[in-house]
């Protein structure tokens, strides 16, 4: 028996599991594409959010990183991150964590808004570092990337402030998630450097140390090298998962996590096989395949990778603790109750938020910020 | 300044609000339906799976409870509940745990498959309550309540175990949730029953300590007496929740529980307020209204309830942790980044499980097992 048999064999809950290797390569391949294309690596890990996996970063010569709250930010802090930078809007109901944060790290801060950069001027202790975002295209946060009007108002509020130093101008390109193909992506990727140097060209005579920050994975999956920006903040690359897929990010192949899954009934009548594995564990993000809503998917379990079952066996329903599989007759007949089955899910940020902690497929336990019992230090 | 405005200054991040008295309310009225009734109350703890909130439901004489999982069962029987159905089918790969729990308390397992029933049979040490899970029309799990051949294997098979002890025939009526109206509720809950008391019938001669046990909440809400069961298992009443108002089971005034979100960014132009508040802890559960999704609603904080803004505000859009908010621009106007906004949740037993714990409207810490952090000692 090797020891990943024997370890499956002990699982008795919903439990998620990561494939050490994927998520290894995945790691490797998007460092080497920072390295390649001359640019800082600064990995959003609101993904993982596991201590554990970021020593894998670590180890790839990573040592900045992108968080999306300063709860992660203090948990990271406390791993002995030192270059945080919170790609979320400033919350002020959080400025005595600013302040602890911002006198033990190199902390860096987003915003948009003139009564959050003029109260982060009046409130903070330690010079912390502030990126304007701006908005290229996805219409979540940000200031229109053509108002120049409101940029060079907050610039002025962050010069006068003596504590807020400039980083540059940072985006998101959210809209990438709703593209039909990859060369849409590609081209949403190019319109939105395109309009962030618009900006810099504007601006680098007053900041000449300013960069340009843009996130997301799908776009750093899909090039050779990466132009006109200086640094690149994908996260949901670490494990990918069944929406990249769809999108084209990525292969089956590549992605690194999978809930294994106790089956607990099975109705042949109706082509359904039943798993204790719910909403409070994959979340009920889902995607649209042949006008039909799936929340995951049915996957064989190889040493190296996760296969699909053929025919495709999707996760169709969701309540808090009951999955529903449409399943071939054929594959149901396969399974008893007390099996288990392994189900890829449709976005990994979420289901790893719910799951809280992780095993390899060997079984080493892997920490999950949510599944942390012990207090924070920094 | 009272406690509630008191404590309102102190939040700093998304913090489920439970108002005490609505929720004491709406124990107590569900209580009285079943005491009126003459049935058993045995309220499914799933939703709001808090040891305090429990404590609640005792003051009401209710000592006997339903969960969704065995971790719940050890949870709950750790904060010394004796009785406890586990209303989810068995997971073969927990007996072990099932056995520890057998040996403490009255617990009670849900089955529908000849290979669990045997399982248990041959593996169970100590004596356990046995329901057979009837499908009355839901179609999630449960034997077709017409299928009284597999009844009578299973019964069967439980008669000659020795161990198991059958209770009688169990039903969620989850497909009330697909109701267009409050007498299709109704007229579904009343279909469920004469299935069930088809068996009943069938089957007391034989066991005529068989009971009779439904679950759901809106047909419970929506009536005044209860007929032709033996226990009623609603769970969600304890909070309610937009979806329970979309279906007519609650008023907006029988929600118990609120998302205190920090806003953080606004954009009258396009009639958005974005709050700290996301994927991460409402849940990505929605409703449809007017053809658009909504995750949520925004709501004024009063002394005893939560009333909708006007016109309303509904949360469009959700990230891990970014909430927006469609909302006039007037509305909007007196926001300012900082402020505090309140949000109904559509799925309380989803946003109570991601946010793992919660405070009362003055101020007071009420436990939830996922923010547990101390082993569950029986």
Redesign the interface.
């Not at 979320?88 to 959080?94: H, K, Q, S, Y």
């Not at 979340?283 to 889902?286: A, C, M, P």
């Not at 309540?319 to 009951?322: A, D, G, K, M, N």
């Given at each position: 028996m090797t020891d990943t048999e024997a370890f499956v064999r002990s699982?008795?809950?919903p439990t998620l599991l990561v494939n050490e290797s994927i998520c290894r390569n995945n790691i490797e391949r998007m460092s080497a594409l920072a390295q390649r294309s001359g640019i800082t690596f600064r990995p959003h890990f609101?993904t993982h959010q596991s201590a554990s996996i970021g020593t894998w970063f670590r180890e790839n010569g990573v040592f900045s990183i992108t968080v999306?709250?300063l709860?992660m930010a203090r948990y990271f802090a406390g791993h002995h991150w030192k270059d945080i930078t919170v790609a979320?809007?400033?919350?002020?109901?959080?400025i005595n964590?600013i302040n602890t944060l911002a006198e033990k790290i190199q902390l860096n801060l987003l915003a948009?808004?003139p009564?959050?950069i003029k109260?982060l001027a009046g409130q903070l202790k330690h010079e912390t570092g502030i990126f304007i975002e701006v908005d290229t295209g996805s219409?979540?946060?940000g200031v229109n990337w053509e108002n120049t009007d409101m940029i060079d108002a907050l610039l002025e509020t962050i010069g006068k402030s003596g504590i807020l130093r400039f980083r540059g101008f940072l985006s998101h390109t959210?809209n990438i998630y709703s593209a039909s193909s990859k060369n849409e992506i590609i081209r949403l990727h190019r319109t939105a450097t395109d309009r962030m140097n618009f900006l810099k060209e504007r601006y680098l005579g007053s900041f000449p140390d300013l960069i340009l920050s843009l996130g997301d994975t799908p776009s750093f999956s899909l090039t050779d090298t990466v132009r006109n920006i200086d640094e690149m903040r994908p996260g949901n690359f670490v494990f990918y998962d069944l929406m990249q897929q769809q999108l084209g990010a990525c292969s089956y192949e590549d992605i690194a996590v999978a809930v294994a899954c106790?089956v607990?009934?099975?109705?042949p009548e109706?082509n359904e096989l039943?798993v204790?594995g719910g909403?409070?564990h994959f979340?009920?993000?889902?995607l649209i395949q042949e006008k039909q809503k799936i929340y995951g998917l049915a996957v064989r379990f190889t040493e190296n990778k996760w296969v699909p079952l053929e025919p495709a066996a999707p996760l169709t329903?969701l309540?808090?603790?009951?999955g529903?599989l449409h399943m071939d007759n054929r594959q149901i007949a396969a399974f008893?109750?007390?099996d288990?089955i392994y189900i890829l899910p449709v976005h990994s940020?979420?289901t790893a938020?719910?799951m809280g902690k992780y095993l390899t497929t060997t079984g080493k336990e892997l920490d999950h910020m949510n599944g942390s019992?012990e207090p924070f230090h920094l």
């Open positions: 699982i008795q809950r609101k999306s709250s709860t979320f809007p400033v919350n002020l109901r959080e964590e948009d808004h009564v959050v109260t219409h979540r946060t959210g106790p607990v009934a099975s109705y109706r039943v204790y909403a409070i979340s009920k993000e889902h329903a309540s808090q603790e009951h529903i008893q109750p007390g288990l940020c979420l938020n719910l019992y």
